[in-house]
């Protein structure tokens, strides 16, 4: 289980990467819980990718060159991941923790809720 988990990070952080906000939603279950700056949100599927795309522009307006991941704890039974991320600019980088609820559909993982960590 942890490298199934290993290569889906790996996949969502290369959607990152290339600032795809479609390949960035399709890792997230419809009607996923996401608390981040914008408070706790449910979102569906079109909500989702909205979200993802703003993002990926303001990333792009910020001059976003690269992020990479490391995987801190993973709990198999649950599948709850915490993951520590580094987001680099072209001038500064930045440092942010999030919890994933990892859940199964379609012999797929996907993220049933996000957390930025404090």
């Not at 289980?1 to 279950?29: E, P, R, T």
């Not at 993002?55 to 991941?69: I, P």
């Not at 987001?87 to 919890?99: A, L």
Request: net charge negative.
């Amino acid at each position: 289980m942890s490298s199934q988990i290993n290569q889906f990070m790996q996949h969502y952080c290369d959607a990152w990467n290339q600032l795809d906000g479609q390949v960035i939603a399709n890792h997230y279950k419809d009607n996923a819980i996401i608390i981040d700056g914008d408070g706790p949100v449910k979102y569906s599927s079109d909500a989702l990718l909205i979200k993802f795309e703003n993002n990926c522009q303001q990333l792009a307006d910020m001059k976003f060159t690269r992020t990479e991941f490391e995987l801190c704890n993973i709990n198999k039974a649950t599948l709850t991941i915490e993951v520590l991320w580094l987001v680099e600019f072209q001038e500064q980088s930045i440092n942010f923790g999030m919890t994933y609820q990892l859940c199964h559909e379609k012999n797929n993982l996907k993220i049933e809720h996000a957390a930025l960590l404090k």
